[in-house]
């Protein structure tokens, strides 16, 4: 297998973090492919356009397909629930039949939303139960993948920071301009548990991985990787406003499940069987969200 890869939805969040890795890598060629906000090297395909997709397969002939171009959004996957099929069902389709056809193995992006949060932690075994149509909608698409090929990979992660255009590119960071803005009171939840999880950890995950499967190791079927700090959104305001030494005192905690489409409880993955591949990496949140708001914090956010 050569060290080829291409990498749907890498103009997004964890997609962007994980073309920059293979590309920085001189022993790999990647190929990042995106549509609304491509630009740069970035190949422009519509994932739903079949035809477009298998041209642009066929010519790079890739050895790894990561597929993580998503609606991503839960409230807003409720508001447009056909379009969310479209890109996270359909598209996901078009991709596997490509992989087959060029003897691809592909990886297949998931969320801890395929769990309901009512007995974590979670193995990789363990039965999905998605709240909501977002959560659902990631459900098909894993259906999709391991009907396609049994060999290919699937995996799941949480909610995810990372390297950002703009602040509000993360449901994490987007906090920031609640912290930020002191001349309003702000209610954050207090309730749900979450996992924030670092996109360069998740692409170096990835790419050990991919090295794996060039060394001969099989890897099929469900994985899971997750940041391990728990905390809620509130908790990552009190960290924010901890590493930053900003005062948050404006910001209260609710302790009720947030409005809009409903959310596990805490859908903590269990991530020990890429731990037993020693595979892994780690980035502490206070260390992390620094980094990536600094830039917001020195242009005044």
Known sequence: MEKKVLITG?????????YRLFEEDPTWEALGLAFSRAKGKLCKVDLTDPQALEKVVDEFK??????????????????????????NVMATKNLCQVAVKNNAWLLYMSTDY?????SPPYSVDAKPNPLNKYGQSKLDGEKVVLECNKDFGILRV???????????????????????????SFVVSDYEQRHPTHTRDVAKVIRQMLEKK???QALSGVFHWSGNEKMT???????????????????????QPTAGAPRPYDAELDSSRLQSLNIGSYTLFGKGVHECLEPFYKQGT
Do not use: W
């Open 10 to 18: 890498a103009s997004g969040l964890l997609g962007r973090a994980i």
């Open 62 to 87: 890739p050895s790894f397909i990561i597929h993580s171009a998503a609606e991503r959004r839960p409230d807003m996957v409720e508001k447009q629930e056909e379009q969310t099929k479209n890109l």
């Open 114 to 118: 395929v769990f309901d949060g009512k």
């Open 158 to 184: 949480p909610i995810l920071y990372g390297e950002l255009e703009f602040i509000k590119e993360s449901a994490v960071t987007e906090l920031f301009t609640k912290l930020t803005d002191t001349s309003k």
């Open 214 to 216: 060039l060394e001969g």
């Open 233 to 255: 959104k509130y908790g990552m305001i009190c960290t924010m406003a901890s590493v930053f030494n900003l005062p948050h005192s404006h910001i209260q905690g609710d302790n």
